[in-house]
């Protein structure tokens, strides 16, 4: 199982961006795929989530509006769009997935959010 996030980096406030989370050694349609965010200092949260088979997605109150999960089974991708940053959308993003054999996190991509 391989989990790789990728995307993050310095970007400026109001700005989008995007994350992608690329997957392999499981059957990625059913697996459910989430994002997590740790900042420094505070504990991990989870930001949204994507379902596997029904494509259903869930978000964080704090990140409603903002923040889009969504999945290309075909590319066994899935993407986090960050719109109009804050700088407390500062954090190391974390890809997590479920499957029927168990539970994997990837190795986190970090987005820093400065003028």
């Known amino acids: 199982v391989q989990i790789v996030e990728s995307g993050g980096g310095l970007v400026q406030p109001g700005r989008s961006l995007r994350l992608s989370c690329s997957v392999s050694g499981f059957a990625f349609n059913s697996a459910s795929i989430s994002w997590y965010r740790q900042a420094s200092g505070k ?7 994507i379902i596997g088979g029904n494509g259903r997605t869930d978000y964080a109150d704090s990140v409603k509006g903002r923040f889009t999960i ?8 899935v993407y986090l769009l960050i719109d109009s940053l804050k700088p407390e ?6 890809c997590y997935a479920v499957t029927i054999w ?14």
């Open 102 to 115: 168990g539970a994997y996190w990837g190795q986190g991509t970090q987005v820093t959010v400065s003028s």
């Open 89 to 94: 959308d500062a954090a190391t993003y974390y």
């Open 43 to 49: 504990e991990r949260e989870l930001v949204a989530q």
């Open 70 to 77: 969504s999945r290309d089974n075909a590319k066994n991708t």
